[in-house]
């Protein structure tokens, strides 16, 4: 062995003072990503128990309704779909934003998805791992939700493909799966960095499982690239096909304020809207808590930010789309449930989803206030507590003012109602926060591709 | 303890022939790969933490098989799902409104999800094959340097033949070679 040239030094990016200008290099990249991976400290431990506290109380709810049954949520004829499903529908669409930033942006070589990706796809599947527990438990019987599932048995009988719901089963299935996979496909290198630093044999040697003993071999990354770039292809219309089923589940149904042809889009367009949003108030506390804002820089909050900004404008002229049809068609009760949502009882939750998806996001027009990382946050979070109540306020009103008065109905929500809201963001943020500390949450070897490699030819080196 | 948990879980790696140059600089790897090439060394692997444009061009490297796999595999679950919908439909028929059985606009949906699932697992199962993982034995002497910021150029050869391999490294700018032998 002869030594040739020395080793190029080491960068030590916290030297510098301002945060947005620390150097990055391939080997800073690593040091920077992976100090994530440690023993968590009291801050993460205090919010984890926290967590599962509130979780153990909407577990406690599930367990009423299951030995108890609905009636305990109160929900009762005609709203028998209630916060379930607008809980279901909430977190699918909060999932949509994964896909559409690994996928979608990167058919498009938009390169700044690269420091963000990472931290999406990972609400991906905890966001359908979330949503896929509704329909679940809203089945009553959820130890019989192997029925759902097309399966030969000793009566014959098998599921109806003709309708919308197991069309469901069949779209967030095959999304869960897709997007589990794209996830997990691209930690692979990054767990290998991981395993070459883990100093405990045993995490050694699940990283190396999880990395697949992968070494960075031309051939490994020939077919990794090969396989990805079909994982984005097929992962791009599956974002769109997926929350259009989940469209049509109302859609498909003659109630007033359902059957329309502008729901696919429609939902399409404000998952895309809310899954963003969520990805900033991800981002925002990791960037600030790790100090990594030389990774996840301002420029690429402001292009998410933007992003909200497009989508809140398609989310705005759909509900006007829906408003000016309900008055110009010929539908009665149609132009009376549109009426009822904006001036009757559930008023509040209207104005709540038209301030928050419409109005607000408005002062994203400015640049000033894009580059405000409070100023962000805060409005993500009114963003989706907006497009929480946009499903609440399509479900609930829908269902209760139907054709016949006679069915007309006071929906009020119960305590068992808000323990599940509460839990399934406890159940979210499990995951999130084990994910965090377990895996690389940025992928570092497609930020790496970003910077310049070294060449002796024009000088670029560490 | 944690000595005989280490022994069992990570065996000692087979003994390698050959030499390992490894590289700091993209484009001194780059030349040096086609020098060997140029040498008579078609075996050349690439250890590098990033793909580069210049080594994959100087290994002609062709695309990946990959997406033939995947374009099976969709062809496939597409097939199976539309299958699988008027397999059911008949075997368990529900007559709503007198209508026919068969509808075409929601057995498009499934076949179409189907579709896509079976392409991804395709894909999945198509890049780990080739892409031959997972690695259980290593296939040159691996460095974690490779997933930080160096290159490795790993040339297989019979002890006697490692000189006018590693003098190539060398004179292409290699940081460190490592003779096999």
Sequence with gaps: MSTLTPPAPRVVASAHADPEKRPLTQASLNDDVLKLISLPGKIWWAAFLFDLAVLAVALAAVRNLIVHGWGVSGFFRPVMWAVDITNFVFWVGIAHCGTLVSAVLFLFRSHFRRAVYRVAEAMTVFGVLTAAMFPAIHTGRPWFDYWLFPYPNQRGIWTNVRSPLEWDVFAVNTYLTISSIFFLVGLIPDVAAVRDRAKHPLMKFIYTLVSFGWTGANYQWKHFYGAYLFFAAIATPLVFSVHSIVSWDFAMAQVPGWHSTLFAPYFVAGAIFSGVAMVINLLIPIRKAFKLEHIVTLDHMEKLAKLVLLTSTMVGYSYLTEFFMAWFGPNKAEADLFWFRATGYLWPAFWTMFSCNVIFPLLLWFKGFRRNMVAIFILCLFVNVGMWFERFVIIVTSLNRSFDPATWFHYTISITEIALIVGSFAWFFMFFLVFVRVLPAFSIAEIKETLPPPRRGNGVHA | ?181
């Excluded at chain 2, 210049?54 to 969709?74: D, K, Q, Y």
């Excluded at chain 2, 062809?75 to 008027?86: M, Q, V």
């Excluded at chain 2, 050869?157 to 190539?168: A, L, N, V």
């Design chain 2, 1 to 181: 303890m944690i000595g005989a948990i280490q022994k069992l879980l990570f065996p000692p790696p087979p003994k390698f022939y050959g030499v390992m140059g490894i590289y700091y600089f993209v484009d001194d790897a780059a030349k040096a790969v086609t020098s060997l090439r140029q040498a008579g060394h078609k075996q050349v692997r690439v250890y590098s933490p990033v793909p580069h444009h210049e080594i994959v061009h100087a290994l002609e490297e062709g695309p990946s098989l990959v997406r033939w796999v995947t374009a099976v595999g969709g062809f496939l679950g597409c097939t199976g799902g539309f299958a699988l919908c008027f397999y059911t439909i008949y075997t368990w028929p529900m007559v709503i409104g007198g209508k026919e059985l068969y509808s075409v606009p929601p057995f498009t949906i499934l076949g179409y999800e189907s579709m896509i699932l079976l392409a991804g697992l395709s894909n999945l199962f198509g890049m780990l094959a080739l892409a031959r993982l997972p690695e259980i034995r290593p296939a040159a002497p691996y460095d974690p340097r490779f997933q930080e910021d160096r290159i490795g150029i790993w040339v297989a050869c019979p002890p006697d033949k490692t000189g006018p391999i590693e003098q190539t490294m060398k004179g292409h700018g290699a940081e460190e070679v490592q003779v096999h032998a």
